[in-house]
């Protein structure tokens, strides 16, 4: 549920902070009171657009903090973000519109952060029915009502679209690309043959970059080789010599004192090491060969790596993966005739399974809304729309075959379609939707929607104003109906209308008022006399009167307190 919501900045609003509680929460206030700012401020924090016009007037930022309370068997994703059973959606809004996005005080995108929320809070406004007006959404009002068996059929038939479309487009590429299949045939045998006779290995090329550097420095290693080697053995007073005086000194010291014993055996192995190291030199001097033309080949051999590495890859490694991915694709396009018999093969059965998954989701789906049907006319009675029939008209599907040939890019075409039909009065046909004149009585078969969907889905349900056109008994029961929907979900209402404000549990007002010469929304929990105050006004007449009947209305209105 939503628990807290914190405003800073924001349009009007200097600085608010809300606190809901479970059940059924109402906002009144005049009009123009500032009650959409709030669900604008709701909706910018949920990872909607928010521009920078939002930003209140002299202050370089907006902030917005909304605090839920998550509850057991929501989505992983929000289980991954969960702390402590607390989500906290905060967004910044810069005066120059840049937006920043945390959860719980990490760094988020946006797109993840409406993720996140689609499993918490729900906003239905005013106009939102008019998604009712569009068929091609129905069918996903139904799947989310049916359950787990109907939304894993049509998972299963998903996948299998997902996998006919990609086996029929594969197809299509090697059937109508066979001038395209030549040329790369052509490009990917001359590159496999270019890097095979090129014969390369990281061996060599870790060899030849040493014989580069012993080639093009063989002056400079001659000359400290030679250097060394004189110092250690060739000149009057050579490194061996003192050695050798050293050793006969101590051998006479070990012959006085034992002790002396260690470190003739040290000046042994000195006088050996020595000795080999001369040895070396001496070898090492021998085969240093200051040969131009050696380097000049070492030097053409490298460019041959170069080469391969700027067209295939920055290793030598990179380069033969290339050359084994090519040769794949050689030995696909040389086999392309196979390959299309077997997509065809595969196209087929993919088709016929499809078929098979779309009508077995159409039967769940039949035998789902035949309950729907009775679910959402009984919510209607509820309503005071007992007269009205209410029914879901299922198209069956077309087969995948035909429906891939005449080019339909529908997937409810394929998966069956869905629409909501009903006749308001007696005695008159099943219309669709789209036909029903009173935003009223859409607002009444949207609320149904949502109540019948309530257990399926138990998120924060917000109802901006859907109460539009609506009074007397009707507005009786459409609060009735929030307030036994707010026994299974937290509902919060922006209404106009006191039989809706009545029958909530917490009952706030929002209102304009001046501070500093500044316009600022502030906006106040009402109980009491206060409540029946704001009840009052929104009856309209005698004072005396309308606060008499704000009273029995919230006598009789019982079911939305906690």
């Known amino acids: 549920m939503l628990a807290q919501l914190t405003i800073r900045n924001f349009a009007l609003i200097d600085s608010l902070t809300l606190e809901f509680q479970p059940g059924f929460n109402v906002l009144t206030g005049e009009t123009g009171a500032g009650k959409s700012i709030l669900i604008d401020a709701i909706t910018a924090a ?11 007037k002299g202050a370089d930022r907006a902030s917005i903090e909304a605090m839920f309370e998550v509850e057991e068997g929501c989505l992983p994703i929000v289980q991954e973000w969960s702390e402590d059973g607390l ?92 001038r ?47 250097t060394a080697r ?45 000795q080999e190291a001369a040895s070396e030199l001496r070898e090492y001097l ?58 065809q093969a595969e196209f087929t059965r993919l088709g016929t399974a499809l078929d098979t998954a779309s009508l077995s989701l159409v039967q769940l789906r039949r035998e789902a809304a035949a309950l729907f049907e009775r679910v959402i006319a009984a919510h209607l009675g509820d309503l005071n729309m007992a007269g009205t029939r209410f029914a879901v008209q299922l198209d069956d599907p077309v087969q995948a075959a035909e429906w891939w040939a005449r080019g339909d890019k529908s997937t409810q075409a394929l998966l069956g379609r869905a629409e909501f039909v009903i006749s308001a009065n007696p005695g008159e046909p099943l219309r669709p939707l ?14 149904a929607l949502k109540t019948a969907m309530a257990g399926s889905h138990p998120v924060a349900l917000i109802f901006d104003e859907i109460d539009t056109g609506v009074g007397g008994k009707t507005a009786e029961s459409l609060g009735a109906k929030m307030a036994d929907l707010s026994r299974s979900n937290q509902v919060l209402c922006v209404t106009h209308l006191p039989q809706i404000a009545a029958m909530a549990g917490r009952h706030f ?7 500093g010469e500044r316009t600022t929304v502030v906006v106040h929990p009402l109980d009491g006399e206060a409540r029946v105050g704001e009840l009052a006004r929104m009856l309209g007449g005698g004072e005396a009167t309308a606060a008499q009947h704000a009273r029995e209305l919230l006598a009789g209105a019982p079911s939305g307190r906690e």
């Open 46 to 56: 949920l990872g909607e657009r928010a521009s920078a016009d939002l930003v209140r």
């Open 87 to 178: 989500i906290i959606l905060g967004r910044e809004i810069g005066a120059s519109g840049r937006s920043t996005f945390r959860i719980n005080g990490r760094m988020a995108t946006a797109a993840t952060v409406r993720e996140v929320a689609a499993d918490l809070i729900d906003i239905h406004g005013q106009h939102d029915h008019q998604s009712l007006l569009h068929p091609e959404r129905h069918v996903d009002f139904l799947d989310g009502w049916a359950g787990k068996e109907v939304q894993a059929a049509k998972r299963r038939a998903v996948e299998l679209l997902g996998q006919f479309r990609d086996t029929r487009r594969e197809l299509d590429t090697l059937l109508t690309g066979e």
């Open 434 to 447: 789209a036909k029903i004149a009173s935003g009223g009585e859409m607002s009444r078969v949207m609320l």
């Open 509 to 515: 007002q929002v209102r304009k008022t001046v501070i």
């Open 180 to 226: 395209d299949r030549a040329q790369r045939l052509d490009l990917y045998r001359f590159q496999v043959d270019e890097i095979d006779a090129a014969g390369i290995s990281q061996a060599e090329e870790e060899e030849l970059l040493a014989d580069r550097s012993r080639l093009a420095n063989a002056e400079k290693l001659f000359a400290a080789g030679t």
């Open 230 to 274: 004189t110092a250690l053995a060739d000149r009057e007073l050579s490194a061996l010599d003192l050695l050798a005086t050293v050793a006969r000194e101590v051998e006479s010291m070990a012959a006085l004192d034992p002790r002396a014993g260690a470190v003739t055996e040290l000046v042994e192995t000195a006088v050996t090491a020595a």
């Open 286 to 343: 021998d085969g240093i060969e200051a040969s131009p033309a050696r380097l000049e080949q070492v030097m053409e051999r490298l460019e041959v790596y170069r080469n391969l590495k700027k067209k295939y890859g920055d290793t030598v490694d990179e380069v033969l993966a290339h050359r084994k991915g090519v040769a794949a694709d050689i030995n696909a396009l040389d086999h392309s005739e196979e390959r299309v018999a077997e997509l």
